[in-house]
């Protein structure tokens, strides 16, 4: 493998052969280049749809309601339906097993005072269990907790945004905000991997907010996140059985989409989770079809060095060389062309991903990449693939009788 000599014959045979070797070369590269692009488009379509659904809980239900389209049961349509706190405890018994964290909402937009600085915000009053269902990661201080909800505290927890609009570079914790002419204390700082408009919400506790605009117990919606054990399509089965029931309860048609609306992430995600089994197994096709493209060819272009060079190898022969040491010397040729090559290939494709980046946005295509370990992978299989190209022209030119190989035109 090291042998200073045999390694001067294969770089002497290639400066001899510079066409020869850069279109062996190229068809390499080229394959490697080629499965590295489409690889890394790929994946960016892929991370399109996880920062799409990064916002919120992958197992999140969200429970809204509206106004009745059809009649029924004597009862006109256009009626609007108005969740309580008793729908809160109905849906928590109904469903002991299914659910993991849940929480009744209450939104209002607000307008948010500091000193100088103000801004108008969405306010939500929530529970505790409200944090895992957008993801929120506390970066200052804590979320609400239920000693909030049970003394209905006037305290608040911010996103990251709202903090730097009104207080700058200074820390919110401890501090005050006026919030519609009420004070509440800044008790915790979030941020979120939705981005910037799920960090300019401020979470309060449900029951004050409760108290002070829904004097009869009136919730807006319902959020929730359903058993992580439930796999996709029990979890559709659930929140179907959800809104069955709801229907059933405040006397909806079962075939009105309007009074009860019940939305379930696992549906987007069984979604996305075909739509990108279908696309990797496309790529996959693609890419397969390229390596063996790229391996078609180093076998017709090794083919052909072989029968070049067979009056060469037969000189070999004659002056004592033996079949292994010429298979030995094709081989590294042919191992060292192609791995070269495809580092090359390799190399050429990570670079051109990196220098499109965000310009493919526009395209739905974020962070356009690929993994190492499958463009090394792919690289190795060629590899393998031209030692094998290799092998047996080498073979049969190596078995070929000196006498014959000398008289080969």
């Known amino acids: 493998m090291f042998d200073l000599d045999r390694w001067q014959e294969i770089f002497q045979t290639i400066s001899k052969n510079k066409l020869r070797t850069i279109l062996s070369g190229f068809t390499i590269a080229f394959a490697i280049l080629l499965f590295t692009l489409l690889f890394g488009i790929g994946n960016g379509l892929k991370h399109t749809f996880e920062k799409q659904f990064a916002g919120d809980s992958q197992n999140s239900v969200y429970v809204n309601s509206g106004s009745t389209t059809k009649p029924y049961k004597g009862l006109q349509s256009g009626r609007q339906i108005q969740f309580r706190n008793e729908d809160a405890k109905f849906i928590n018994e109904k469903f002991p097993d299914e659910i993991q964290f849940f929480s009744p909402n209450i939104q209002r937009s607000m307008q948010a005072i500091y000193k100088g600085e103000q801004n108008r915000y969405t306010v939500r009053g929530v529970y505790p269990d409200y944090q895992p269902l957008e993801s929120a990661v506390i970066q200052d201080g804590r979320f609400l907790s239920y000693i909030d909800i049970k003394s209905r505290a006037k305290v608040i ?16 914790m401890g501090k005050n905000i006026n919030l519609d002419g009420i004070s509440y204390k800044v008790v915790g700082v979030f941020n979120d991997p939705g981005g910037d408009n799920d960090e300019r919400y401020i979470y309060a506790p449900f029951t004050t907010i409760q108290g002070m605009y829904k004097p009869n117990d009136e919730v807006d919606y319902f959020g929730l996140t359903f058993n992580s054990k439930l796999s996709v399509d029990g979890a559709l089965a659930f929140s179907n059985l959800l809104t069955k029931v709801l229907k059933e309860k405040h006397n909806v048609d079962p075939r009105d989409q309007g009074a009860i609306r019940v939305r379930n992430y696992a549906e987007g995600t069984k979604n996305v989770q075909q739509f990108m089994t279908v696309l990797n197994i496309i790529i996959l096709f693609i890419g ?7 391996i078609i060819g180093i076998s017709n272009i090794m083919v052909y060095i072989v029968k070049e060079r067979t009056k060469e190898l037969g000189i070999r022969k004659a002056l004592g060389a033996t079949p292994n040491s010429i298979i030995g010397m094709i081989l590294m040729e042919s191992i060292f062309i192609t791995a070269l090559a495809g580092y090359t290939g390799l190399m ?3 670079f051109a991903l990196r220098a499109l980046g965000d310009s493919l946005e526009k395209y739905f295509i974020l962070n356009p990449s690929v993994e190492t370990y499958v463009v090394v992978g792919a690289t190795i299989v060629l590899i393998i693939a031209g030692t094998i190209a290799g092998y047996i022209p080498a073979k049969r030119a190596a078995s070929i009788k000196p006498i014959v190989a000398l008289n080969d035109e």
Do not use: H
């Not at 927890?157 to 919110?172: P, Q, W």
């Not at 397969?288 to 790229?294: H, K, P, Q, S, V």
């Open 157 to 172: 927890a911010i996103g990251r945004l709202v903090e730097e609009d009104l207080f700058g570079a200074k820390s919110a």
């Open 288 to 294: 397969i079809g390229t390596l063996i493209a790229g």
């Open 348 to 350: 050429l494709g990570v």
